[in-house]
């Protein structure tokens, strides 16, 4: 099977596990082209996105209630399975991109959509249902801007991703100071994961910056509003999972100079 076959069977699925199977062994890239760029998904009903509405995700300190903490696995679930339909999105979209490129993003989509699984199973062991509440398409709506393999890796792994440094920490913590080891085990597997997703994107936007412009200002130039650096962190700043992914000071301290926001422009 080709490389954008299992792309358009991922994007195409009805059932959620069609949209978590695993690439097949021995995917080939020899026929990417042409270049096709999806405006959506196809997706189970129970799954439909909310294309004009923002789904609200309940803060990490809601933890504690019972209701509240299936809600924001909920959400984090959606988050990963836009994130695995997305990077299928870039196998179709970029087929002139590097073959590494290529491969990283298959890399990353499996383990999108194995996170989106353990969220999932946490959530029916909780004794929630996936589907049973709203879910956003806020990564969507962002993607339709995106032109290029740089502004896609600016939109996804330096922004959501990079942001997501934080907002994990946040719910790890959250988990912890109720006891849930469970799912705390779970977000840390995911946090660690992102740090990989993360120095992905940080490592092409480094070969692909122009020369004589620093990665800060290629990225701000590569990111589209109402995305920027203050969508890129949370409230709480990680430096360390930041180092470890491989950016420069100059990019981590104008990071940390940057007041974060809320989707809606509000501060976080």
């Not at 699984?117 to 509440?133: C, E, P, Q, S, T």
């Not at 705390?184 to 120095?199: F, K, N, S, T, Y």
């Not at 800060?216 to 509003?225: D, F, H, M, Q």
């Amino acid at each position: 099977m080709e490389l954008r076959e299992h792309a358009w069977d991922i994007l195409r699925a009805r059932t959620l596990r069609a949209k978590l199977e695993p690439p097949p062994p021995g995917l080939t890239d020899e026929k990417p082209r042409p270049g096709y760029r999806l405006t959506a998904p196809v997706r189970p009903a129970s799954l439909a996105m909310e294309m004009h509405r923002q789904a609200k995700v309940p803060p990490a300190d809601a933890m504690h209630d019972p209701a509240q903490k299936i809600r924001i696995l909920h959400a984090l679930a959606n988050h990963e399975l836009q994130a695995a339909e997305l990077f299928a999105w870039a196998i179709l979209a970029f087929p002139d991109a590097p073959a590494e490129f290529r491969q990283g993003l298959i890399k990353i989509m499996t383990d999108e959509q194995r996170h989106c699984a353990m969220y999932v199973r946490r959530i029916h062991g909780l004794g929630g249902r996936f589907g049973a509440f709203p879910v956003s398409s806020q990564f969507w709506k962002a993607i339709q801007e995106v032109e290029t393999p740089l502004q896609f890796i600016c939109t996804m792994g330096l922004t959501f991703e990079n942001a997501n440094l934080d907002f994990a920490v946040e719910y790890i913590d959250a988990a912890r100071a109720i006891g849930d080891t469970e799912t705390a085990r779970i977000l840390e597997m995911v946090h660690g994961d992102e740090i990989g997703h993360v120095a992905f994107a940080w490592f092409w936007l480094e070969r692909w910056k122009p020369a004589g412009i620093d990665a800060w200002a290629t990225y701000c130039a590569n990111v589209k509003p109402p995305l920027g650096p203050e969508r890129a962190r949370g409230a709480t700043f990680d430096t360390r999972s930041r180092q470890e992914a491989g950016f420069d000071d100059a990019f981590i301290d104008n990071l940390r100079a940057t007041d974060p926001t809320k989707p809606g422009g509000a501060p976080r």
